[in-house]
Every structure is written in structure tokens, then in C-alpha cells.
Nanobody, 126 residues
Framework: QVRLVESGGGLVQAGGSLRLSCVLS????????MGWFRQGPGKEREFVAA????????YYADSVKGRFTISRENAKNTLWLQMSSLTPEDTAVYYC???????????????????WGPGTQVSVSS
């Protein structure tokens, strides 16, 4: 059984930085595309970033491009999201997610992902 657990959320002032981590257990990350989504107050869950297993291709939402960096450390079954230049609009619960890449699907759609973590709260004050 694949399990994802996020950590690293918290309260930060606008302009600050945070690094989120997500550990996958139950299997290795080999073969999985992994991504980050977020859901702000009163908003739908939205795509933030993804990193594919094949070739390690990386994708970002336009809203975070240039400010967030996704990376993975396969030996530690860990996914990271480095966030900088945070604004109050980045306030959300951040979710780590994964799907078996060979199953196909769009990396930016939440419905593509089979496994989800419980989420970690990120709050940015102005």
C-alpha cells in the first residue's frame, strides 16, 4: 500500500520561503510521476508542479513558475517543493500526489493521481 506524508508547512510572511517534503512509503518511487497540488480557502484544488519519472521532466503552473522548485530524491523516496517569494495568494493546503506513470493521464489533472497525502497547511501573511 502506497502512503504519502507531507511536512514542512507553516506560517510565513510575504516574501518568505518554505520547503515542503513528501515521503512515499510502501513502494519505491520508481515508475511514479509525483506532483504537488494545493487548495486555498473557498477554492478548488489546483495543480502546482509535477515531476515525471521518465526523463525527470518538470512542469509548473504559471502562477508559481520562477518561484517554486520541485525536485525528488529517489534514494530517499522523497519529493520536495521549495517555495520562495511567497504571497498571501499562496495560502493553501498543499498536497503531495503520485500515479503510476505507465497508466497514462494528464499530470496537471488531480483525477490522474491515485495516491494522495493528507496535506500540509501553508499560510502566508501580508
Amino acid at each position: 500500500q502506497v502512503r504519502l506524508v507531507e511536512s514542512g508547512g507553516g506560517l510565513v510572511q510575504a516574501g518568505g520561503s518554505l520547503r515542503l517534503s513528501c515521503v512515499l512509503s510502501g513502494r519505491t518511487v520508481s515508475g511514479y510521476t509525483m506532483g504537488w497540488f494545493r487548495q486555498g480557502p473557498g477554492k478548488e484544488r489546483e495543480f502546482v508542479a509535477a515531476i515525471k519519472w521518465t526523463g525527470g521532466r518538470i512542469y509548473y503552473a504559471d502562477s508559481v513558475k520562477g518561484r517554486f522548485t520541485i525536485s525528488r530524491e529517489n534514494a530517499k523516496n522523497t519529493l520536495w517543493l521549495q517555495m520562495s517569494s511567497l504571497t498571501p495568494e499562496d495560502t493553501a493546503v498543499y498536497y503531495c500526489a503520485a500515479y503510476w506513470e505507465s497508466n497514462g493521464g494528464d499530470y496537471y489533472r488531480s483525477g490522474t493521481y491515485r495516491y494522495w497525502g493528507p496535506g500540509t497547511q501553508v499560510s502566508v501573511s501580508s
